[in-house]
């Protein structure tokens, strides 16, 4: 089956190192989003893209978080410098479609379970 | 701001009973969505939910969407223990947004011999 992959599975780092996670999305899916997930706030989205062009980020704090799509089989999502409140599970997903067409579900990665310590 | 509200969000059953998790969102969007998350692991898909009146039915779930009252119901039918897993509703994060998606809290399910 397809899948998406997300690297590193687990990452523990100390406050104000600068975090990169990676995702590989399922192979001919043209939308991208990461999502974070805390037992506090829950599921939020942070960023998604189309066709490796941003289309939301307002989700995202853009002081010390970027997202990128360098290349269509590589989303990166970045922290820098990163915080304790940083701390949670980052889920990038992938999925079909255009807009108004979401008859498909999107389909998540493992995550990235992230400590900053 | 778009809300979507799940209840109850913990829940605790007998395996053989029947029982119904409710959805409410505020938005007007004519699509939902339903997921499962075993404890550490990634959301798995169940549901898609395209319009008023849809209904859907996989093993023991059975999930239906009404867009006018803007409220989806998972029932769940002869509950067993692998059915212990945490539940989540979306709805699009805007309308027509190509379906960034938007999560209710979660209904964390426990089913007890």
């Known amino acids: 089956d397809a899948r998406v992959t997300q690297t590193p599975r687990h990452k523990v780092t100390e406050m104000g190192q600068e975090v990169t996670m990676r995702c590989q999305p399922i192979l001919g899916h043209n939308t991208v989003f990461w999502y974070r997930q805390t037992m506090m706030q829950g599921l939020e989205l942070l960023a998604y893209?189309?066709?490796?062009?941003?289309?939301?980020d307002s989700g995202m704090p853009k002081d010390r978080f970027s997202a990128e799509m360098p290349d269509a089989t590589l989303a990166t999502l970045k922290i820098q410098p990163s915080e304790p409140r940083d701390s949670a599970v980052y889920f990038c997903?992938?999925?079909?479609?255009?807009?108004?067409?979401?008859?498909?579900?999107?389909?998540f990665g493992d995550g990235t379970r992230l400590s900053i310590l | 701001e778009l809300k979507v509200e799940q209840n109850p969000l913990f829940l605790s059953m007998q395996e053989g009973k029947n029982y119904t998790i409710y959805c409410n969102y505020s938005?007007?969007?004519?699509?939902l969505y339903w997921y499962r998350q075993d404890p550490g692991k990634s959301l798995e898909s169940l549901f898609v939910?395209?319009?008023?009146?849809a209904v859907k039915q996989e093993g023991r779930l059975m999930a239906s969407l009404d867009t006018k009252a803007r409220l989806s119901t998972l029932h769940i039918t002869a509950a067993v223990h692998d059915l212990s897993a945490t539940y989540f509703c979306?709805?699009?994060?805007?309308?027509?947004?190509?379906?960034?998606?938007?999560f209710g809290k979660g209904t964390s399910l426990l089913v007890t011999p």
């Open positions: 893209f189309r066709n490796r062009a941003p289309l939301d």
């Open positions: 979306a709805v699009d994060h805007l309308p027509n947004s190509g379906y960034a998606l938007n």
């Open positions: 939910l395209l319009s008023n009146g």
């Open positions: 938005t007007t969007s004519d699509r």
């Open positions: 997903a992938s999925g079909l479609g255009r807009q108004g067409q979401s008859n498909q579900p999107q389909h």
